[in-house]
């Protein structure tokens, strides 16, 4: 059984950057796509970004192309999320998310959310 746990969230003011962090145990993880979703105040859970397994075909939702970069280290099965120029509509939980069938490419549309995180609040001020 897989388990997530999400750190790095916090309060920053808009411009600022914070580097969010997905630990992740269990044997098969490093073969997992991993993805980043979010949901902010009275909204629903959106998708952020993913990574294939290997580490490559990152992909992210438009308002975040830019800004944000994701990355995993599979030797240590941590994925990141690097958030800079941040702006308040960038507020809400952020989540770490598998998709088991280790596709070789990934996108909002084929992402498959197998396992969750409990989720980290990030928080930017105007």
């Known amino acids: 059984q897989v388990q997530l746990v999400e750190s790095g969230g916090g309060l920053v003011q808009a411009g600022g950057s914070l580097r969010l962090s997905c630990a992740a145990s269990?044997?098969?993880?490093?073969?997992?796509?991993m993805g980043w979703f979010r949901q902010g105040p009275g909204k629903e859970r959106e998708f952020v970004a993913a990574?294939?397994?290997?580490?490559?075909?990152?992909y992210y939702t438009d308002s975040v192309k830019g800004r944000f970069s994701i990355s995993r280290d599979n030797a240590k099965n941590t994925v990141h999320l690097q958030m800079n120029s941040l702006r308040p509509e960038d507020t809400g939980v952020y989540y770490c998310?598998?998709?088991?069938?280790?596709?070789?490419?990934?996108?909002?549309?084929?992402?498959?959310?197998?396992?969750w995180g409990q989720g980290t609040q990030v928080t930017v001020s105007s």
């Open positions: 990574i294939s397994w290997s580490g490559g075909s990152p």
């Open positions: 269990g044997p098969t993880v490093s073969s997992n796509n």
């Open positions: 998310a598998g998709d088991i069938r280790g596709l070789g490419y990934v996108d909002q549309w084929h992402f498959r959310n197998d396992y």
